[in-house]
């Protein structure tokens, strides 16, 4: 396994891999073409942090996120909103609720975090590698530093595996916020 800092031409991967884990989510309902511009904006923002696991040149694993948080989904919104309003358009005009869910999302996501964030960690369901989500976990801290607090938000109901692999990582519960109808876990972690 190979672990590296990832670049704007790992975002077909990306997107791919997102498809593959998070098939019920939200941004999944956006299409693969958004989740590689989505990620192709991150990846391209100073703030952006990638990092992933490939085993035999395949990515079976990443984690994303930002080294400041605050302003950031704003920044890279107003910087690719062609780009992004482009690809998403057809899923809009298919169901508009997607287009206010993703408002308040944007609106609400981070409002009152600054610092570092991890926006999304991804591990191949098919890769069979246990232990793959805290080796991503350690790959990225490396990129944040040493006595540097983190945070990440996750649903809080019907994800109980996620919250015990955080809970199991060290990570704090710091609050409970609202996003639109969803109940988010905030967790804190200060590293090492």
Same mark, same amino acid.
Request: aromatic share 12%; proline share 3%.
């Given at each position: 396994?190979?672990?590296?800092?990832?670049?704007? +031409? +790992?975002? !077909?991967e990306?997107a791919?891999?997102?498809?593959l884990?998070?098939?019920n989510?939200?941004?999944?309902?956006?299409?693969?073409? @958004?989740?590689?511009?989505?990620?192709?904006?991150i990846?391209?923002?100073?703030?952006?942090?990638?990092?992933?696991?490939?085993?035999?040149? *395949?990515?079976?694993? @990443?984690?994303i996120?930002?080294?400041? =948080?605050?302003?950031?989904?704003?920044?890279?919104?107003?910087?690719?909103?062609?780009?992004?309003?482009?690809?998403?358009l057809?899923?809009?005009?298919?169901?508009?609720?997607?287009?206010?869910?993703?408002? =308040?999302?944007?609106?609400?996501?981070?409002s009152?975090t600054?610092?570092?964030?991890?926006?999304?960690?991804?591990v +191949?369901p098919?890769?069979?590698?246990?232990g793959?989500?805290?080796?991503?976990i350690?790959?990225?801290?490396?990129?944040?530093?040493?006595?540097?607090?983190? !945070?990440?938000?996750?649903?809080?109901?019907?994800?109980? *595996?996620?919250?015990?692999?955080?809970?199991?990582?060290? @990570?704090?519960?710091?609050?409970?916020?609202?996003?639109?109808?969803?109940t988010?876990? =905030?967790?804190k972690?200060?590293? !090492?």
């Amino acid at each position: 396994m190979v672990n590296r800092i990832l670049t704007v +031409d +790992d975002c !077909r991967e990306l997107a791919m891999l997102h498809n593959l884990a998070f098939k019920n989510f939200f941004l999944t309902s956006l299409g693969t073409n @958004f989740l590689f511009k989505f990620y192709k904006a991150i990846l391209m923002d100073k703030n952006g942090i990638g990092v992933g696991a490939f085993e035999e040149n *395949k990515l079976i694993g @990443f984690a994303i996120g930002a080294k400041q =948080v605050r302003g950031f989904y704003k920044n890279i919104a107003k910087k690719n909103l062609f780009s992004l309003s482009f690809s998403a358009l057809p899923h809009f005009f298919a169901n508009p609720r997607f287009l206010f869910r993703l408002i =308040v999302s944007l609106r609400t996501s981070n409002s009152n975090t600054d610092g570092p964030f991890l926006l999304s960690i991804c591990v +191949d369901p098919l890769s069979g590698r246990k232990g793959l989500g805290t080796a991503l976990i350690d790959i990225f801290e490396l990129q944040i530093g040493p006595g540097m607090t983190y !945070r990440l938000m996750t649903d809080e109901k019907d994800n109980d *595996k996620v919250n015990r692999f955080y809970l199991k990582n060290e @990570f704090i519960l710091e609050n409970v916020i609202m996003q639109g109808n969803r109940t988010l876990n =905030v967790y804190k972690k200060k590293i !090492r």
